[in-house]
């Protein structure tokens, strides 16, 4: 079939999960599948995202996306954020590491000129609506412009900049929810199928839904509502081709992690992940993204040396007790398959 | 077709509204309309109950269900219920109007009780879980039964009991969720398909969806998701035969309401509604219903009597801009026919 031009197979994205889980192995093997397969560009230099798509491209798969982060306001509550990472310091001494706030733009511009150089099937974005004319140079380049929204409003500016589809997060979705109009908004949260509803009322861009979606069946109720395609990501966050590491991969397979809620505690950004020690210490945290994400990056790091999943983020939709530990091919073959036994 | 065993044209089910919007001749026109009417019971005393279950029957409606509350724990944190209620005092004396906390059953077993002896096709309860007994009691008497869960372990603990079907409410419905395993867990909301999923490899029971579901496209996505039905009752508040005010109807429809919100702010129980002074000034509130649902049930009258829709509840799912002013008859024949034109 046909997702904006691109030949799949099945109307499905691999979500591309920044930080790790998201490796060209996988890229290439959901690709390879009958998907299509993403690369996630945030928090890598240009050099690092010009070697992950070459390898890629070794692998002989040449229909995948590219997701970039885009870079948000510098100006935070200073003294809110002050406040918060003091908070955090007894847990950073405990690991023998600091707690240091900074902002960065996360190399877009590097990133966004490697892309129109070399350009992918498709480019997504996160955290914000890029310019008009970013949208116009990826397309001239060939690519598909997605941009990732969770409200009708952001949808709406999304359409205005030219995007080619949206890529619609429900409140379900493992890791950052990808607001940029408001995200201190109350209860900013949409369900994804109420989301994708709204937005098709709202625009007549194509929409990939993305959130909590784990079954051939749920993929084909997205295809339902209106949407071309449903993104997976916590579906295939335990294959051996994911980059999650191995007290993650147990952690997502352990019964005794059993809720994941939203927080901003880790990054100063709203994202879903599995309930764990710090969440339920840090309740509340400033809006204040990237700057307590790096300011909590190396006592992340140092829990994930001593495999404490307890101070670091293990990020998770809602759906994650049906990730399943196959080869990321199997997983595709069997949400297809149920996604043809319910469509035919 | 077959819902439950319950004939109807389309797999849709007006959802119980309590506190006004539901009302026999809403109920009637659902169920004539072809999809399965639904009475509130909440809040009615078992008297007018029975007059409104006689009102549907001279209407020439025999197949209809009615929704019970389940009386929850009598056993606050009086400390946070009293920190709470005094923030309110300013607000309750604006409107000459006392706040004075109450538990109460709802008239939970003299409603049941008439039930039994009266049954309805259907009985669907919100807030807890009755005992098996309960259920087996309605069974006998012809009644389906219907529990209203918002996670899969309740959904178990629904299977456990002997129900019939349960009814998924997910983050994006109007009004109070359902939730009664664990109000305060962080995060407790599921979004709706994500839900349908877990909950159908949770348990073998048929599934009704509700949250959000505004039109054909959405009620054929629950289906393909495995639901036997979606529960539709934002998409029916702006009706003519909705009991819903004046005030809240023109709110519903008011630009100046961009946002909807869960708050126990009204209630002391989480519940969806549009944002408005009232939930901005009390961001904030314990978990303590009907304790609080009580307290502020004067200075709510009073607001709808003064037209003031920023001290009253106006709950509404987040797809509420999709509600029409239209009779519920041309309302369900819409969504059917929407239906129909994405599943043949």
């Given at each position: 079939m046909d997702?904006?031009?691109?030949?799949?197979?099945?109307?499905?994205?691999g979500a591309p999960m920044a930080g790790g889980p998201s490796t060209p192995t996988l890229t290439a093997a959901v690709s390879r599948a009958g998907g299509l397969g993403f690369l996630a560009g945030g928090y890598l230099?240009?050099?690092a995202l010009a070697q992950q798509i070459a390898e890629v491209e070794t692998l002989g798969v040449s229909s995948f996306g590219v997701n970039l982060f885009v870079p948000g306001n510098p100006e935070v509550d200073e003294g809110a954020l002050d406040t918060y990472l003091d908070s955090l310091r007894p847990e950073a001494e405990r690991f023998g590491v600091e707690?240091?706030?900074k902002w960065d733009d996360d190399h877009?511009?590097?990133?966004?000129?490697?892309?129109?150089?070399?350009?992918?099937?498709?480019v997504s974005f996160t955290f914000g609506c890029p310019p008009s004319d970013v949208v116009a140079r990826l397309q001239d380049a060939g690519t598909r412009v997605v941009i990732t929204v969770t409200t009708p409003a952001e949808a709406s500016m999304a359409t205005q900049v030219g995007a080619d589809a949206v890529c619609a997060q429900g409140i379900e979705a493992g890791g950052h929810q990808a607001n940029f109009v408001d995200d201190t908004a109350p209860d900013a949260g949409w369900g994804l199928l109420a989301l994708v509803t709204a937005i098709r009322h709202e625009t007549h861009l194509p929409v990939i839904a993305a959130g909590g979606v784990m079954t051939g069946a749920a993929v084909a109720a997205v295809v339902r509502a209106g949407a071309v395609a449903a993104?997976?990501?916590t579906a295939l966050l335990r294959c051996p081709e994911s980059g999650a590491s191995e007290m993650y991969k147990a952690a997502l397979a352990d019964p005794r992690f059993t809720w994941t809620s939203t927080t901003r505690?880790?990054?100063?950004?709203?994202?879903?992940?599995l309930v764990n020690d710090f969440m339920r210490a840090h309740p509340d945290a400033p809006s204040a993204y990237p700057h307590i994400n790096n300011a909590t990056r190396a006592m992340r790091q140092a829990a994930l040396a001593r495999r404490d999943p307890h101070a670091t983020n293990l990020?998770?939709?809602?759906?994650?007790?049906?990730?399943r530990d196959r080869p990321a091919a199997e997983i595709i073959a069997a949400i297809g398959a149920e996604f043809d036994a319910v469509t035919t």
């Amino acid at each position: 079939m046909d997702l904006l031009g691109i030949s799949v197979r099945w109307p499905i994205v691999g979500a591309p999960m920044a930080g790790g889980p998201s490796t060209p192995t996988l890229t290439a093997a959901v690709s390879r599948a009958g998907g299509l397969g993403f690369l996630a560009g945030g928090y890598l230099t240009a050099e690092a995202l010009a070697q992950q798509i070459a390898e890629v491209e070794t692998l002989g798969v040449s229909s995948f996306g590219v997701n970039l982060f885009v870079p948000g306001n510098p100006e935070v509550d200073e003294g809110a954020l002050d406040t918060y990472l003091d908070s955090l310091r007894p847990e950073a001494e405990r690991f023998g590491v600091e707690v240091t706030p900074k902002w960065d733009d996360d190399h877009f511009s590097e990133k966004l000129e490697l892309l129109i150089g070399h350009p992918p099937s498709m480019v997504s974005f996160t955290f914000g609506c890029p310019p008009s004319d970013v949208v116009a140079r990826l397309q001239d380049a060939g690519t598909r412009v997605v941009i990732t929204v969770t409200t009708p409003a952001e949808a709406s500016m999304a359409t205005q900049v030219g995007a080619d589809a949206v890529c619609a997060q429900g409140i379900e979705a493992g890791g950052h929810q990808a607001n940029f109009v408001d995200d201190t908004a109350p209860d900013a949260g949409w369900g994804l199928l109420a989301l994708v509803t709204a937005i098709r009322h709202e625009t007549h861009l194509p929409v990939i839904a993305a959130g909590g979606v784990m079954t051939g069946a749920a993929v084909a109720a997205v295809v339902r509502a209106g949407a071309v395609a449903a993104q997976l990501g916590t579906a295939l966050l335990r294959c051996p081709e994911s980059g999650a590491s191995e007290m993650y991969k147990a952690a997502l397979a352990d019964p005794r992690f059993t809720w994941t809620s939203t927080t901003r505690a880790f990054s100063g950004r709203r994202a879903r992940g599995l309930v764990n020690d710090f969440m339920r210490a840090h309740p509340d945290a400033p809006s204040a993204y990237p700057h307590i994400n790096n300011a909590t990056r190396a006592m992340r790091q140092a829990a994930l040396a001593r495999r404490d999943p307890h101070a670091t983020n293990l990020w998770a939709g809602q759906g994650f007790a049906l990730a399943r530990d196959r080869p990321a091919a199997e997983i595709i073959a069997a949400i297809g398959a149920e996604f043809d036994a319910v469509t035919t």
